[in-house]
C-alpha cells in the first residue's frame, strides 16, 4: 500500500504580455510515498493546481473533502473526482485532472486517472502509466481529515 501526507504546491502569479494577470496560488499537494501526484503529472506544463488549500471558501472545500472521504457523490456527470484544476476558478469547464474514488472497509483506492472537462470525454490513455494507488483508510482518513477547515 502506499502513504499519502500532505504537501505545499505554489503557482507564481505573472503578468502576462497582454497585460492581464495570473493570480499567485498557494496549495495543498498530494505526496504519494514520497513523490508530489503534482510532478508526477507535470503541473506546470498543465497549469493546474491541488484541489485544496488556495480558495477562502470553506464550504467549497469541506464539500471537496467530504467528496474524497466518501461522505458526497461528485458532481461530475462521470462521476469521477478533480484532483487539479484551474488556478483562476477550479472550475471543471477550464479543465481538470480526475479520477476514481473507490472505498472499501479498509483501503481507499485512487484510480482511472485522466484529463477531464464538462465538454468532452475525458482523457485517460495518457495516465496509464499511473497505476491505481491504494492507500490504508484509517490512515487515510486521518491525513485527509487535516484539511478540514471551520
Not at 503529472?41 to 467549497?60: A, K, R, S, V, Y
Not at 478533480?82 to 477550464?94: K, L, N, Q, S
Not at 483506492?109 to 499511473?130: H, M, Q, R, S, V
Amino acid at each position: 500500500m502506499e502513504t499519502l501526507t500532505l504537501g505545499h504546491g505554489h503557482r507564481p502569479g505573472q503578468t502576462l504580455k497582454n497585460g492581464s494577470t495570473q493570480a499567485d496560488r498557494k496549495y495543498v499537494d498530494f505526496i504519494v510515498s514520497g513523490q508530489s501526484l503534482g510532478q508526477t503529472f507535470g503541473l506546470p506544463d498543465f497549469d493546474l493546481i491541488g484541489i485544496f488549500g488556495w480558495t477562502e471558501n470553506n464550504d467549497e472545500e469541506n464539500k471537496q473533502l467530504d467528496e474524497f472521504l466518501g461522505k458526497r457523490s461528485s458532481d461530475l456527470e462521470t462521476g469521477r473526482t478533480m484532483f487539479y484544476v484551474c488556478p483562476e476558478c477550479g472550475d471543471i469547464g477550464c479543465g481538470a485532472i480526475t479520477a476514481k474514488i473507490v472505498m472499501t472497509e479498509n483501503k481507499v483506492i485512487w484510480k482511472d486517472f485522466g484529463y477531464e472537462n464538462n465538454y468532452n470525454e475525458p482523457t485517460l490513455a495518457d495516465y496509464k502509466a499511473i497505476l491505481p494507488l491504494e492507500f490504508d483508510k484509517a490512515d487515510y482518513v486521518k491525513t485527509l481529515e487535516k484539511l478540514r477547515r471551520l
